[in-house]
């Protein structure tokens, strides 16, 4: 038997390298050898953007796109829309008598990300609510409605599988052995920096690579890329080390990586020269991914009967996970 891996992703904007070296990349390794469910998780993305939800619409479609151009294959993964299971709110609903308030507040990346908000927005205590402190309470109904055992993340979402961990443990605890307790499967890929060399590369940053990005785009985007500061001739020698150009470079495998260090180190490199076959390596490394984006672009039917067979078999698994849930809860009116 195969085991079950779950994962998601807010569909907040389009698959940048970050993503795609951080989590698609992983998940391309592990979709054949497992029972796959991806989510498109946008009733989490709403928990951010509830006065946006055309944005979060628009993004459903844009991320189901690129998700199939990094070639998972829709064989393999069920992938499907959050919100067309509600029973992942249902549990989310029994999941929240069993979590202190000040044990959410206390979650790490939950503390993180007000900290981030109240710097936003000032210290006023109302602008964080009620389905935002909550969904990690949420994220672990996404996970055991679908029984899954492992679960690929970034470092920044392990408390939220050790939370999820917590509940399931109570609830087990409560209402007698009913779920599997989830483990992180970490990505193998640290965080991946942005163009401008910040520590992580993001939208907001405008600092990111898309995997939508045309020749132009990425041209342009190189072009500006962080160099070593200190080189200011053609031929002054640098540390690779600190240049972003370098570090794509590495990121994209280019095969000729150590004459790169080694002419960079010896001053024989100039950037734009470099920057050019940087960009180079980029579109070689996007040709197979905008291909099989351009056909889904073309093909809007297939996209769709994709989500629909994820949503049949991910709703399968949903009603079996919440008959066992309602029994173990004594939520069972079939008979009086
Ligand atoms: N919170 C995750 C993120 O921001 C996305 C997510 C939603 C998720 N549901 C999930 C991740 C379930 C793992 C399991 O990236």
């Known amino acids: 038997m195969k085991k079950t891996i779950l994962t998601g992703i807010r569909p907040t904007g389009n698959l940048h390298l970050g993503h795609y070296f951080g989590a698609c990349q992983n998940w391309l390794k592990l979709q054949n050898d497992y029972n796959f469910f991806l989510e498109i998780a946008d009733v989490q993305a709403l928990t951010d953007n509830f006065d946006n939800p055309e944005k979060v619409r628009k993004n459903v479609k844009e991320l189901t796109i690129d998700i199939l151009s990094t070639g998972i294959n829709p064989k393999n993964v069920h992938l499907f829309i959050q919100s067309k299971i509600p029973e992942i709110a249902e549990l989310t609903v029994f999941y929240s008598n069993l979590v202190t308030m000040a044990r959410l507040y206390r979650n790490p990346t939950v503390k993180t990300e007000i900290a981030q908000k109240k710097a936003i927005f000032g210290n006023e205590g109302e602008s964080v609510t009620y389905g935002f402190v909550g969904y990690p309470v949420s994220q672990a109904a996404d996970i055991t409605t679908f029984q899954g055992e492992l679960i690929p993340v970034g470092e920044d979402q392990l408390p939220l599988i050790e939370q999820c961990r917590e509940i399931v443990r109570k609830f087990n605890r409560i209402y007698g052995e009913t779920l599997k307790e989830p483990e992180a499967l970490l990505s193998p890929t640290p965080r991946i920096k942005g163009l401008d060399g910040n520590e992580k590369m993001g939208k907001s940053l405008g600092n990111a690579i898309y995997l939508a990005d045309s020749e132009e785009t990425i041209t342009k985007k190189v072009m500006n890329a962080k160099t070593d500061t200190k080189k200011i001739k053609k031929d002054d020698p640098a540390n690779p080390d600190v240049c972003m150009v370098y570090y794509y470079h590495k990121l994209v495998k280019n095969e000729n990586i150590e004459t790169v260090c080694k002419e960079c180190k010896g001053g ?33 039917e297939e996209v769709k009967r994709i989500l629909d067979e994820g949503t049949i078999a991910a709703k399968e698994k949903a009603q079996e996970t919440m008959k066992t849930v309602r029994n173990s809860m004594n939520i069972n009116y079939e008979e009086l």
Do not use: S
């Open 268 to 300: 024989n490199r100039g950037c734009v020269q470099c920057k050019k076959e940087l960009i180079q390596k980029l579109n070689e490394f996007l040709v197979p991914i905008r291909e099989k984006r351009a056909y889904y672009l073309e093909h809007p």
